[in-house]
């Protein structure tokens, strides 16, 4: 039997911003105010989980994460970073609705080759 998979992207101009993974990461830092409590959590390096941080910054244009010195505050998403993944967490959950309103035949399921990829693209308002 297939199973239907849907990988939800959050792009900007073509450009990869957000994903399942780096949503889990934004999520874990708001949980924990910490970049390495979070990238612990996710089996990440911190250096690994510092990158995903500047690279989207430098694709979305903002920061997303804000760190205060020493112990004190320590990291806590921005406000553009808070609207990011709400944003995407919102998206998700509108294509979950979706999917579960509408029940799919394995001869729907069929008509597709295997690894199609799904493209949803998000206009901003």
């Given at each position: 039997?297939?199973?239907?998979?849907?990988?939800?992207?959050?792009?900007?101009?073509?450009?990869?911003?957000?994903g399942?993974?780096?949503?889990?990461?934004l999520?874990?830092?708001?949980?924990?105010?910490?970049?390495?409590k979070?990238?612990?959590e996710?089996?990440?390096?911190?250096?690994?989980?510092?990158?995903?941080?500047?690279?989207?910054k430098?694709?979305?244009?903002?920061?997303?994460?804000?760190?205060?010195?020493g112990?004190?505050?320590?990291?806590?998403?921005?406000?553009?970073g808070?609207?990011?993944?709400?944003k995407?967490?919102?998206?998700v959950?509108?294509?979950k609705?979706?999917?579960?309103?509408?029940s799919?035949?394995?001869e729907?399921?069929?008509?597709?080759s295997?690894?199609a990829?799904?493209?949803?693209?998000?206009?901003?308002?």
């Amino acid at each position: 039997m297939y199973q239907l998979v849907v990988n939800i992207q959050l792009r900007k101009d073509g450009i990869f911003v957000m994903g399942r993974g780096r949503a889990r990461l934004l999520q874990l830092i708001d949980e924990k105010k910490s970049i390495s409590k979070a990238a612990e959590e996710l089996k990440m390096a911190y250096r690994h989980a510092w990158g995903i941080l500047r690279k989207m910054k430098e694709d979305v244009g903002v920061d997303v994460v804000e760190s205060s010195r020493g112990s004190v505050g320590g990291t806590v998403l921005t406000e553009d970073g808070r609207k990011l993944l709400e944003k995407y967490e919102s998206l998700v959950e509108q294509i979950k609705t979706c999917l579960e309103d509408r029940s799919v035949s394995q001869e729907e399921i069929d008509q597709y080759s295997v690894g199609a990829h799904l493209d949803y693209s998000v206009v901003e308002s």
